[in-house]
């Protein structure tokens, strides 16, 4: 799969780089890695951390759907008819 959470690149097309950055400079500054294993660790969970927010976006907009097809709020109300 290329795109959506199991892409390579961790910032998508329609997301902001630059809060992507903003976590990643705040767990550098909470951790303070030392070291290479350390860096990559904290790099590991901002990547981590900005993909569980693109599921829950997901989610919560597929939830959205949902209840909008399970209300049939996408379909033309039965008393339409009486607009006419």
């Known amino acids: 799969m290329k795109h959506g959470i199991f892409c390579r690149a961790v ?3 329609g997301e902001s780089r630059a809060e992507f950055e903003d976590l990643l400079n705040g767990l550098r500054n909470d951790l303070q890695p030392e070291g290479t294993l350390e ?4 790099e590991k969970l901002a990547a981590l951390f900005w993909r569980e927010h693109r599921l829950i976006i997901a989610d919560g907009e597929a939830n959205i759907r949902n209840g909008i097809d399970f209300l049939g709020l996408n379909e033309r109300p039965q008393w339409d008819h009486l607009l006419r």
Not at 39 to 42: C, H, N, Q, R, S
Request: no cysteine; aromatic share 0%.
């Open 39 to 42: 860096e990559i660790l904290v």
């Open 11 to 13: 910032v998508i097309n």
